[in-house]
């Protein structure tokens, strides 16, 4: 039995547009997701529809248990690849057929927003009708507006590409942010689960979820958030302090979550930390950059509760410039001794795999572990965590490839010599799959709706490999701000080792996102 507080109750009879907002992950990992709270939190302030959440593995809703064939619009927030034979289980469950085609007029329009979606949606182009590329609210209330005028949505599919920020495979989309983020929804009656079972625990914990930015700029060359959703856009402090005591209210939750792109970015940090603790808040925020730590962030964090920081250094220097994050080893040194001399743990966070790795990179991260675990005041206050390194759309890597073989001898190396109580590496046949979906076409469709059902072999995955060439990206079609000129060059840099500073230091690179 679960119960939630704040959950929303309208009568479905009485409503014009019955909307089934559909999470293909965990409850846990649901409900740690501002996004989703934001599309709940803004449908229902609409009056005449009601949104109703549907959570993987189920099938109906949690409001009504309603199934998703009940519903007028199921839209699908897709945030992980490795989530997209979910969506099938769950429309199959909700009494839907997977593919579009074999759909009926009289179904509900499915659709599919997030990361993935606004990325590169292709891979589930056979199973969603629509997708909207960039942020919900700012496309939702156009859209929605366009379905009521429609007698039947799924056949007059066409004209809901009059909407901004809605793709169909085969037009061209431009991505739509909320510019100015007094602009942006701030759900302030979030809905909270009060139970004792671990997995339905929301993975802040009995959080409110406080967004703090949109974007960073920062410029890394992996990183797929930090090259879509560009400039970054910053809450005025007075803003996000009023949302934390309207939250407190609503929710009586005491415990604050900072949201964003790149959290300790946000230039009032300090400040910000401050005032939430000298209202009684206790503040936690998932990883923080190590370029923007100071002594004063850690001992606010410290006072309110917070035990771990989470770093991400992702290699050994040479590669650190390679993906433009040009921390030194001393930067990171300096960090985690302040962290440790305040009695709080550290989790890193690295990468294998990366363009142009080398044995003498691996031996070099392997030494520099070795010199961080000797920092370590007790073996549990340090925990490692390593992930092979995946291309993504939309970034300088998008031409480099996964070599699976190649990641696996590496992935053994480090395992033999990279000896942690607490060590965890991502296994390389997931991350196989994961870059297949993430840079592959509609041509997977197939092995999604079988990967739907059960296991399917490695070998099957293998065949689909993608090979992208520098003239035919699958995305082509969809402009997130980002110029493919300005990833190129920053591709040939980085094979050089060459560096770009962060924009809102050093000035304007003329990347195409600012307009």
Known sequence: MLLEHNVVVKDPLRIGLRFASCYP???????????????????????????????????????????????????????????????????????????????????????????????????????????????????????????????????????????????????????????DMRDAWRPVKQVYPETDNPDLIPAFGRSFLLEVSRGCARGCRFCMAGCMYRPRREVDLKTLLKTAEEGRKSTGLNKIALIGGAVSDYSRIEELCRELLQREFQVTTPSLRIESISTELLESLKESGLRTITIAPESAWRLRKLVNKPITDEDIQRTMETAFQMKLNVKLYFLVGLPTETHEDLEDLVNLVGDLKAMAPHPDSLRISVNPFIPKPHTPFQWAEFNLKETKGKVKFLKKHLKNKHFKVESPNKSLVQYILSLGGTELADIIEESSHGRVSLSKWKQLTPHITHTELPWKDIDVGVSDEFLEKEYNKALKGDLTPWCETFGCYHCGSCP
């Open 25 to 179: 992950n965990l409850y846990r990992s649901a409900m740690s997701s501002l996004g989703f709270h934001i599309i709940y939190d803004f449908l229902n302030h609409q009056e005449d529809v009601y949104c109703e959440r549907v959570v993987y593995p189920y099938g109906k809703s949690l409001e009504t248990g309603s199934p998703l064939k009940d519903f007028d619009v199921v839209g699908f927030s897709l945030q992980y690849e490795q989530d997209y034979p979910h969506v099938l289980e769950m429309l199959r469950k909700g009494g839907l057929k997977v593919r579009k085609e074999d759909r009926s007029p009289q179904d509900p329009l499915v659709i599919a927003g997030g990361p993935c979606a606004s990325s590169n949606p292709l891979p589930m182009s056979q199973f969603v009708d629509l997708f909207l590329v960039g942020d919900g609210e700012v496309i939702l209330p156009q859209l929605l507006e366009k379905i009521a005028q429609l007698d039947n949505p799924r056949q007059d599919i066409d004209a809901l590409l009059d909407v901004e920020g809605v793709y169909i495979p085969g037009n061209k989309v431009k991505l739509v942010q909320v510019e």
